[in-house]
């Protein structure tokens, strides 16, 4: 993976409705509410998938993980990346 490569994961769009829903919050007012705007988190949900960026500041945000917010992502692409990250912190 080049070091300037953008890392994407997979979103489960109805896991994500669900957990805003429950925490009270709609897309609109996340956007509002949080470092990402409105478009970025429509564009994530149609796409189906986030950037890590974008997943990090949603979880800060929420307080939680993404498997929480996003829904399980068990591809070997998110796993690579999962690699990818570790070396490039250790």
Not at 13 to 38: A, Y
Not at 47 to 71: H, M, P, S, W
Request: net charge positive; hydrophobic share 35%.
């Amino acid at each position: 993976m080049a070091s300037n490569a953008v890392i994407r994961r997979h979103v489960d769009p109805d896991i994500f409705k669900e957990f805003i829903k429950s925490k009270g919050v709609s897309i609109r007012q996340l956007g509002t509410l949080c470092q990402t705007n409105e478009k970025s988190i429509r564009r994530m949900l149609q796409d189906r998938e986030v950037t890590l960026n974008v997943a990090l500041d949603l979880c800060k945000y929420f307080n939680c993980n993404f498997n929480q917010i996003f829904g399980p992502d068990n591809s070997s692409e998110w796993k690579r990346s999962m690699v990818d990250i570790l070396k490039r912190v250790r």
